[in-house]
């Protein structure tokens, strides 16, 4: 699963002290560092449990290691992202135990300020010389812009980006025929075709908060409504750009009308969403529960294998009666660093080189439903790629609708409680109002 990717987390309160900052090895000198020559080695890669991913990696670990016989492939896991990830994360960059580490979180945008506390740790490790600059190896010129963007600080690129993930709606195309529906492209239909749905008993829309997944509210609902209802009226810039600027605050108008439409699409959601559990919203939406799912297009490789025969479609959100301002969500997604530290930097550098190779890159992108950010490449055979047609690759990059929310924030704009206060307005025990009242109150706060 996919859970928390671009949303930032609170800076970790463990100790970093024990990582050593030394300076960035150029391209020819970790080309020409030992451990992989003629006698074995290990890479050792860390991820989060994200069954399409780690099956990819499996899968593609198993034929580098066909390639390079003398080079064993460990690949160590840890469930969800936010926790026990994280803390592995933390001790194998702390004890520089890993080769390849991957993240969630991308370094860029960075805060306006950056500083210990308001960047994330992938942020302070990629701007503190914790991560080796890949900038120098053949492959990053094959990267898209946005790819190498997202990974570059001071010149240097200190992330593979690994491709970007839609996050919009998802129905089943049997049901909608059943009902004689046609997928939305404004607000008003959205809601029409809820009501028609919810006049026939059927619960319209699916969406798993429970177990840890309170984000999703934020990646799947805040973002593009933000982005559809509110980017428009701050032009020459981004609206991430704005708030943190305080061009345009938190209680606006167009904020408050963002928090109406969730509360409105709630409505029409599973009456226990805020406790049904994340993991369970692919086989959900393939058992028949609901014909719509909000969701990231990780999961539909988890919705076919549930159910090989369901036809499924998709759509942007539309939170806009204006369709052209109605996109999905492109969030970018994992991201693989070599650390500065490694053990074995010689073979974590062959093992970069065989991911992006075409061949071994199109396996990944066709295996885990990904949008490719190489800039050659393909044709793609994923689900994902024909589920979501046009739109597989397309959408906004949320880094530029929401700003940081990090420690260096009051209490209701931190990135723990910040969809708390979704969620709160959305069951009713606050007013659109007063939450927007609450984020402004609390922003530069901390």
């Known amino acids: 699963m996919q859970l928390s990717r671009t949303f930032r987390r609170p800076a970790s309160r463990r100790s970093v002290a024990g990582i050593a900052v030394t300076a960035v090895l150029g391209a020819s000198a970790l080309a020409g560092c030992s451990g992989s020559g003629g006698g074995s080695s290990t890479v050792k890669i860390i991820t989060w449990v994200n069954p399409p991913a780690v099956s990819a990696l499996t899968a593609i670990d198993k034929e580098f290691e ?5 080079i064993k492939v460990q690949l160590q896991t840890a469930d969800n992202v936010a926790t026990g990830y994280a803390n592995l994360l933390q001790t194998s960059v702390d004890s520089s135990s ?32 914790v991560f080796a600059d890949l900038s120098g190896q053949p492959w990053a010129k094959n990267l898209s812009s946005t790819a190498l963007q997202a990974e570059t600080y001071k010149g240097k690129l200190v992330g593979l980006l690994s491709g970007v993930y839609q996050e919009l709606v998802f129905y089943n195309k049997a049901d909608f025929a059943k009902y004689h529906l046609t997928p939305p492209t404004t607000w008003n239909q959205f809601i029409a075709l809820c009501q028609t749905l919810k006049s026939k008993g059927v619960t319209p829309l699916w969406l798993g908060l429970g177990s840890g997944a309170s984000v999703y509210v934020t990646r799947f609902i805040a973002e593009p409504f933000m982005s559809e209802l509110w980017s428009k009226d701050v032009p020459g810039q981004t609206l991430a750009t704005a708030l943190e600027k305080g061009t345009v605050n938190w209680n606006s108008p167009q904020m408050v009308q963002v928090l109406k439409q969730e509360q409105e699409l709630a409505k029409y959601l599973e009456p226990s969403y805020t406790g049904n559990a994340w993991q369970a919203m692919p086989g959900a939406f393939a058992q028949g529960k609901a014909p719509m ?3 990231g297009s990780w999961d539909l490789t988890s919705v076919q294998k549930a159910n090989s025969k369901l036809q499924v479609g998709s759509f942007a959100l539309p939170g806009s009666n204006d369709p052209s301002l109605n996109q999905p969500v492109a969030n970018q997604d994992l991201t693989f660093e070599m650390l500065q530290k490694a053990p074995d ?12 190779s075409p061949a071994i890159y199109k396996q990944y992108v066709d295996m885990t439903g990904i949008s490719p950010i190489e800039k050659t490449g393909g044709p793609y055979s994923s689900f994902s790629s024909q589920v979501l047609g046009p739109l597989f690759g397309k959408g906004i990059n949320p880094g530029d609708v929401l700003p940081a929310l990090s420690a260096d924030q009051g209490y209701w704009d931190t990135a723990t409680q910040w969809p708390l206060l979704q969620e709160s307005v959305m069951g009713g025990s606050k007013t659109p109002a007063q939450a927007a009242a609450l984020y402004q109150k609390d922003w530069k706060k901390g």
């Open 66 to 70: 066909k390639k390079y016989p003398n």
């Open 98 to 129: 890993a080769d390849i580490v991957t993240t969630v979180d991308q370094l860029q945008p960075l805060p306006l300020t950056p500083t210990r506390k308001s960047e994330t740790p992938t942020q302070f490790w990629s701007t503190n010389n």
């Open 293 to 295: 799912l909000l969701d």
């Open 345 to 356: 930097k010689a073979a974590a550098l062959k093992w970069l080189k065989f991911f992006t």
